[in-house]
T-cell receptor, first 114, second 112 residues
C-alpha cells in the first residue's frame, strides 16, 4: 500500500497570506488528522476528519480550517498567516478500529512564514 | 489541562549503553502509544499499550505501562546508531480515543 502523501513538501509565504496544504491518506483509511509540529511545542493536534466531517478539533484559532473530500483526501487551510505559523504540518491517517488508533504519518509540509 | 510530560528532553549515550525515556500523564490513560521520529523524518508508530502493568518487547526495545495507567517507559538495551531520533509518547484526550495528546519527546543521540 502506498503511504500517506502530502503536498507541497515546502512552502514559503509572507505574513497575511493564506495557504492550503493537501494530504492523501492510505487507501482505505477514512480518518485524517492534522498536527502542527514546532521545536518548542512538539506535536499539537489541529483537527481530525472522518467521512467528510470534522470529528475532533484542537485548540487553534479559526484561521486554521480543513475539509475532507469523499475520497478521504484532506486539505488544511491557514488564513492571514503569522510568523508563529512557521512549522512542520503533519497529516496522519488511521483505520477506524474501536480502541486502536495507530497513526500513519505523511512526510509533512514545511511552512515558513516571512 | 491534561498534560503528558516526557523526561529527559535530551539524552546522549555511547553506542552500547542503555537508554530509558519516561512518560507521565496528568490523567489516567486508556492507552498509550510510542512513536519514533528520525532527524528530518516523520513520526513512525512503534507500539500501543492498553493494559495496566503491560510490558511489551520489540527486540532491544522494552515498553511498560504503569499500574495506574498514568506513566510509561521505553527502554533500549545496548543502543545502536540506528536508534538515533526523537521518541514520543502519546495518549488520548480524556475519553476521546481519536484525539491524541503528545509528550514533547526525548531526543536520543548515540556516539559510535
Amino acid at each position: 500500500k502506498a503511504g500517506v502523501t502530502q503536498t507541497p513538501r515546502y512552502l514559503i509565504k509572507t505574513r497575511g497570506q493564506q495557504v492550503t496544504l493537501s494530504c492523501s491518506p492510505i487507501s482505505g483509511h477514512r480518518s485524517v488528522s492534522w498536527y502542527q509540529q514546532t521545536p518548542g511545542q512538539g506535536l499539537q493536534f489541529l483537527f481530525e476528519y472522518f467521512s467528510e466531517t470534522q470529528r475532533n478539533k484542537g485548540n487553534f484559532p479559526g484561521r486554521f480550517s480543513g475539509r475532507q473530500f469523499s475520497n478521504s483526501r484532506s486539505e488544511m487551510n491557514v488564513s492571514t498567516l503569522e510568523l508563529g505559523d512557521s512549522a512542520l504540518y503533519l497529516c496522519a491517517s488511521s483505520a477506524e478500529r474501536s480502541s486502536y488508533n495507530e497513526q500513519f504519518f505523511g512526510p509533512g509540509t514545511r511552512l515558513t512564514v516571512l | 489541562g491534561q498534560q503528558v510530560m516526557q523526561i529527559p528532553q535530551y539524552q546522549h549515550v555511547q553506542e552500547g549503553e542503555d537508554f530509558t525515556t519516561y512518560c507521565n500523564s496528568s490523567t489516567t490513560l486508556s492507552n498509550i502509544q510510542w512513536y519514533k521520529q528520525r532527524p528530518g523524518g516523520h513520526p513512525v508508530f512503534l507500539i500501543q499499550l492498553v493494559k495496566s502493568g503491560e510490558v511489551k518487547k520489540q527486540k532491544r526495545l522494552t515498553f511498560q505501562f504503569g499500574e495506574a495507567k498514568k506513566n510509561s517507559s521505553l527502554h533500549i538495551t545496548a543502543t545502536q546508531t540506528t536508534d538515533v531520533g526523537t521518541y514520543f509518547c502519546a495518549g488520548p484526550y480524556a475519553g476521546n480515543n481519536r484525539k491524541l495528546i503528545w509528550g514533547l519527546g526525548t531526543s536520543l543521540a548515540v556516539n559510535p
